[in-house]
């Protein structure tokens, strides 16, 4: 035992240990009184006992054999061959134990981190509730008792060995129980856990534990989530099988089932449920394509760190071509130039060659800038509905039959309003505002001169920056309009100042609604949907964004500007929600019926990208090509021509 490949284990394991381990041990046992066996009993025992002992050690040295078995043999000598035996066995089986779990796996690491994932350890078997938390960088080393924690819409890749890894979805904790050559272990405390695994060579073990389960894998993808019922506070595990087949157990015993590929099966609290059929998920198929690539690309080789933020947050980056995630986003990277793109709904695209060198990081932080049809004050500018009145494409004869706003003729000729319009021509707003505040208040004033006094002071307030003022102030005036004129006008004001302003989108959001209600004619109707869509979409609320576009679509038909909600529709269905079947019919509308559009070039690539997701591979094909020539020198040239390359 001291020589040859077993030197190494009993450096760690010395001889004085062994001794001190069955002193203590044997110290332990003379205190216990030797249980009544008959000769017949002690022969078993003793045959059970060698006979493990022959199968963990290569055989028990003979005159333990010969005393053990001599009958003669009093209480304490029988403790004290028991203690000795039973050393034994505990030594052999720790060394079996280091011995069958395997070296560490020094290529183990993080390859991708979305949102403020973090780090932490557990220390002496158990979890330190105390225990400090650090951010999590990309190409962090995996080792046992590492705790890691992701946030709302977070998620972090890890890479353990070649074509085995795990993608931990967001809310969720994990701990690294083993991680090993022979043995992976991963504990799952809540969430989700996405996984695919290599398939397991003899010897090797794959396994997620959870609270109440485990699930014991071969070689295949899967997924595992831990919830609680809100109902009753049941633990759930749930396991889904993409490819391959995983054994799932209850932990607190042996019963268990198999789950075979497009199947999946639920331990709730300590029931296993019957296996049932998978419904197809476009979510899960995208978060596999993700944890795949990511997977193919982890190594060595990757010893580049890129981090990528930006305002608004959520927007999806692109690197040399390929969809890596939301913002925040940090990424493991090979040294070199990559092509990074960064998208956001409604805002200008950034675009840019960026350059990390060996082991180095680079920091990406994006403030975008509203699309230039976005940026201008809706306040300001001529409703839609105007512009369409005056086309005669108007249905209805609600908005003809609204009065015109009338001239604050009294008003416009007082001395103080004129030295007021000259103050705010000059920008003396403070001025400006002392003068039309003093004039507001004077008595006599028709609501149509006090609203048009009240109007430019608050034009002065968002020129000095003071929103929630001019917000005050806009109230005001709201209860004070006594025409649908006024009341639409002051409200859209309201609108606008809450979301562009204040970034106040929850506030802006009950305004739009209550002013689609209450102005169902208004002039600014068709802004009012653009805007809502908008401002639900900043609010991450997908699926009402999505449908407020559907309906803003099929109220207005022949708007001339509904190319950019069709094309924000699309964007949301591809993008956002994973739907990649609804997003290719709304952007075959936009290229066929808006084929002069701004978005025909982005609406092109996009079908692409849907149909390559799809698996339509031969129509994707298609799309790219079409691409590359109708746009050469296009902002997705070279995304189109790594994809044309993997084709």
């Known amino acids: 035992m001291t020589g040859g490949k077993d030197g190494s284990i009993m450096d760690t394991l010395t001889q004085q240990d062994q001794k001190q381990s069955i002193q203590?041990?044997?110290?332990?046992?003379?205190?216990?009184?030797a249980p009544a066996k008959s000769e017949e009993q002690w022969d078993r025992l003793s045959q059970r006992v060698f006979g493990t002992l022959d199968a963990r050690s290569g055989g028990a040295p003979r005159q333990w054999r010969i005393s053990f078995m001599l009958p003669q043999l009093s209480v304490l000598q029988l403790s004290a061959a028991a203690s000795t035996v039973a050393a034994v066995l505990l030594i052999a089986a720790g060394l079996s134990l280091r011995i069958s779990v395997g070296q560490p796996l020094p290529t183990a690491s993080v390859i991708r981190s979305q949102g403020a994932v973090e780090v932490s350890w557990v220390g002496s078997g158990r979890a330190d509730p105390n225990r400090p938390w650090?951010?999590?960088?990309?190409?962090?080393?995996?080792?046992?008792?590492?705790?890691?924690?992701?946030?709302?819409?977070?998620?972090?890749?890890?890479?353990?060995?070649?074509?085995?890894g795990i993608e931990v979805g967001e809310n969720s904790i994990v701990e690294i129980r083993q991680v090993t050559s022979k043995y992976i272990a991963v504990f799952l405390e809540k969430g989700t856990v996405l996984a695919e695994v290599s398939k397991r060579a003899h010897g090797q073990s794959f396994r997620i534990l959870t609270p109440n389960a485990e699930c014991r894998v071969v070689g295949t993808i899967f997924k595992v989530d831990v919830t609680r019922d809100s109902r009753d506070n049941a633990l759930n595990t749930t396991l889904s099988v993409m490819r391959g087949e995983v054994r799932m157990v209850r932990?607190?015993?042996?019963?268990?089932?198999?789950v075979a590929e497009g199947q999946y099966a639920s331990v709730r609290n300590v029931s296993v449920t019957a296996v049932l059929p998978l419904a197809a998920s476009e979510q899960t198929d995208r978060s596999v394509q993700l944890l795949k690539a990511g997977l193919a690309e982890s190594g060595p080789q990757r010893s580049s760190v890129m981090s990528f933020a930006s305002e608004p947050s959520g927007a999806e980056v692109f690197v040399d071509g390929v969809s890596q995630g939301a913002t925040p986003l940090s990424l493991a990277q090979t040294p070199g130039a990559h092509r990074v793109s960064i998208s956001y709904l409604n805002f200008d695209p950034w675009d840019s060659l960026v350059t990390v060198g060996v082991r180095a990081a680079a920091n990406i932080d994006v403030s975008m800038k509203r699309c230039a049809a976005r940026s201008k004050d809706a306040s300001s500018s001529t409703p839609s509905t105007v512009r369409r009145l005056v086309k005669g494409s108007v249905r209805g004869s609600g908005v003809a039959a609204l009065p015109a706003e009338p001239e604050p003729a009294a008003v416009a000729d007082a001395p103080e309003f004129v030295q007021a319009m000259a103050q705010i021509e000059g920008k003396k707003y403070e001025e400006a505002i002392a003068g039309l505040a003093e004039l507001g208040e004077r008595e006599g004033l028709s609501v149509a001169d006090r609203l048009a006094v009240l109007g430019h002071v608050v034009t002065c307030l968002r020129h000095l920056g003071r929103f929630q003022q001019a917000l005050t102030v806009l109230d005001r005036m709201y209860d004070m309009a006594d025409t649908p004129v006024r009341k639409d006008k002051i409200l859209w004001e309201t609108v606008v100042l809450k979301a562009d302003n204040l970034a106040d989108y929850q506030g802006a959001e009950m305004d739009l609604i209550e002013y689609l209600v209450t102005q169902p004619q208004g002039i600014w109707i068709y802004e009012a949907y653009t805007k809502l869509a908008e401002v639900q979409y900043l609010l991450k609320k997908y699926k009402a964004a999505a449908r407020t576009y559907e309906q803003l679509i099929a109220a207005f038909p022949d708007e001339s500007d509904l190319a950019s909600a069709v094309y924000a529709l699309a964007y949301i269905e591809r993008h956002d929600l994973d739907d990649c079947e609804t997003a290719v019919r709304w952007y075959t509308r936009l290229v066929k019926d808006y084929a002069s559009s701004?978005?025909?070039?982005?609406a092109t690539f996009w079908r692409a990208e849907c149909y390559s997701r799809l698996g339509r591979v031969r129509e994707a094909r298609e799309e790219f090509q079409k691409y590359s020539d109708m746009f050469?020198?296009?902002?997705?040239?070279?995304?189109?021509?790594e994809q044309m390359r993997g084709r």
């Open 134 to 164: 650090n951010c999590v960088v990309p190409s962090l080393g995996i080792s046992k008792g590492l705790v890691l924690r992701t946030p709302q819409a977070g998620a972090v890749t890890i890479g353990l060995e070649p074509g085995t």
């Open 251 to 258: 932990r607190a015993g042996s019963d268990g089932v198999s």
């Open 24 to 33: 203590r041990l044997h110290t332990l046992l003379q205190g216990i009184d």
């Open 632 to 641: 050469p020198t296009g902002r997705w040239k070279q995304a189109v021509a």
């Open 598 to 602: 701004e978005y025909l070039e982005d």
